[in-house]
């Protein structure tokens, strides 16, 4: 079984900064590529941010400049350092793996205060 456990979330003022962590545990050696998505309320599940095992990443429009992704192929791990975060920066932020097929963390409050 496949777990994804994610950390980092919290409340910050607009223009702060938060790192947000994720570490697969279970029987999982490898992976496609992982990612962060998140949802606000009342909208749609939408991507931040992904990278792929090789290193390509992707970042939504909204996020460039701001959001850096990496990752531990070792550990199984995504971060996301997020700077200069903005009032509609709030929502909850998912994990994602894919690897065969798709699994998501419980997810991660980031409430960003104006």
């Known amino acids: 079984q496949v777990q994804l456990v994610e950390s980092g979330g919290g409340l910050v003022q607009a223009g702060g900064s938060l790192r947000l962590s994720c570490a697969a545990s279970g029987r999982l050696v490898n992976f496609n590529a992982m990612g962060w998505y998140r949802q606000a309320p009342g909208k749609q599940r939408e991507v931040v941010a992904t990278?792929?095992?090789?290193?390509?990443?992707y970042y939504a429009d909204s996020v460039k400049g701001r959001f850096t992704i990496s990752r531990d192929n070792a550990k199984i791990a995504v971060y996301l350092q997020m700077n200069n975060l903005k009032p509609e920066d709030t929502a909850v932020y998912y994990c994602?793996?894919?690897?065969?097929?798709?699994?998501w963390g419980q997810g991660t409050q980031v409430t960003v205060s104006s």
């Open positions: 994602n793996l894919r690897y065969y097929t798709t699994y």
């Open positions: 990278v792929t095992s090789g290193g390509s990443t």
